[in-house]
Nanobody
Framework: QVQLVESGGGLVQAGGSLRLSCAAS????????MGWFRQAPGKEREFVAD???????????DYADSVKGRFTISIDNAKNTVYLQMNSLKPEDTAVYYC?????????????????WGQGTQVTVSS
């Protein structure tokens, strides 16, 4: 089993910043990509960011258009923890943020292609 645990959510004012973390445990040795999704009340879960890697030092990051230039995804060297740095937060960023991973090939941002999911962490941005 693979377990993902998110942390770092909270309440911030518009324009503020938060850094989310997702710690992976279990059978994580073969994972190929990790990503972040979010779900606002009354809406479907949507893609936020994804990071994958090739070789020793090559990383690939993708972002939803709504967060480009504001959010940054990163991962530690051991690839055990993925981060989402969120700057210039807007009220519309309010959602439960979920960490996801896959040990198979995936299409970036396609929910069904990510095998494992965390429990989510609440991010609330006040105006």
């Amino acid at each position: 089993q693979v377990q993902l645990v998110e942390s770092g959510g909270g309440l911030v004012q518009a324009g503020g910043s938060l850094r989310l973390s997702c710690a992976a445990s279990g059978r994580t040795f073969s994972r190929n990509a990790m990503g972040w999704f979010r779900q606002a009340p009354g809406k479907e879960r949507e893609f936020v960011a994804d990071i994958s890697w090739s070789g020793i030092s090559t990383y690939y990051a993708d972002y939803a258009d709504s967060v480009k230039g504001r959010f940054t995804i990163s991962i530690d060297n051991a690839k055990n923890t993925v981060y989402l740095q969120m700057n210039s937060l807007k009220p519309e960023d309010t959602a439960v943020y979920y960490c996801a991973s896959t040990q198979t090939r995936r299409r970036v941002g396609v929910r069904d292609d990510y095998e494992y999911w965390g429990q989510g962490t609440q991010v609330t941005v006040s105006s």
